[in-house]
């Protein structure tokens, strides 16, 4: 039997998956929203983004509810930042906290208790 092997784009899509499954634990409403992992960013922000470097964006559902809420982590930046699978965890965890908490009206620290 050939024992499984998984690439860093495997492993980094199965931590966010992961760690969207743990925060629909605790907040029900993070079931109706979507997760996408992109490797980078567009390289022409929104005038309105900062322009520091993008981990994640949150894209809002439309108001003819067609499209979910979206959050888009990318894969690249934050690797890139991470010396360690736990720096790498955290890092995500963060950016999942940042754009789950302005998604459903709570505090960072409370989409992942016991985190911050």
């Known amino acids: 039997m050939i024992p499984a092997w998984r690439t860093r784009r495997e492993k980094f899509d199965q931590l966010v998956v992961d760690l969207a499954t743990q925060a629909a634990r605790k907040h029900e409403v993070v079931n109706r929203i979507e997760f996408g992992v992109e ?31 979206r959050i888009v982590v990318y894969r690249l930046p934050i690797q890139w930042r991470c010396r360690s699978g736990q720096e790498l965890e955290q890092a995500v965890k963060a950016v999942l906290a940042e754009h789950l908490s302005t998604e459903i009206g709570c505090l960072p620290e409370e989409v992942f208790p016991g985190y911050f």
């Open 39 to 69: 490797d980078i960013p567009p390289s022409d922000p929104a005038d309105w983004e900062s322009p520091q470097a993008v981990l994640g964006r949150l894209f809002p559902a439309d108001k003819g509810g067609k499209l979910a809420t």
